[in-house]
Nanobody, 126 residues
Framework: QVHLVESGGGSVQAGGSLRLSCVRSMYTSSICVAWFRQAPGKGREGVARIYTTVERTVYGDAVKGRFTISQDNAKNTVYLQMNSLKPEDTAMYYC????????????????????WGQGTQVTVSS
């Protein structure tokens, strides 16, 4: 079973930037790697995902134009560059992996992802 470790979270002011990293314990081809977030009292929200084989990317409506997902296969790492951060971006951010086909789903169902990291906290102050 692959293990995922997120890092890069922290506290920033509105308008600032952070880059999150998700390192996989092993290389696996043709998978979907996604970032979700969960704010206190809310459900898990899909943020961005990438199909590693063709680098097909999809973004949640709330982050389009501000966040960028990318990968470095040599490091088994997926990144989430977050720019123009807003207080409403405050949440625990999780990395997750699933079958490659999940990246073509019209929905963001957490149950489609079989492996999850422990999360990294992002706090944006106004």
């Amino acid at each position: 079973q692959v293990h995922l470790v997120e890092s890069g979270g922290g506290s920033v002011q509105a308008g600032g930037s952070l880059r999150l990293s998700c390192v996989r314990s092993m290389y696996t081809s043709s998978i979907c790697v996604a970032w979700f977030r969960q704010a206190p009292g809310k459900g898990r929200e899909g943020v961005a995902r990438i199909y590693t084989t063709v680098e097909r990317t999809v973004y949640g409506d709330a982050v389009k134009g501000r966040f960028t997902i990318s990968q470095d296969n040599a490091k088994n790492t997926v990144y989430l560059q977050m720019n123009s951060l807003k207080p409403e971006d405050t949440a625990m951010y999780y990395c997750a992996t699933g079958l490659g086909s999940v990246c073509y789903s019209p929905s963001w169902d957490p149950d489609d992802y079989s492996a999850w990291g422990q999360g990294t906290q992002v706090t944006v102050s106004s």
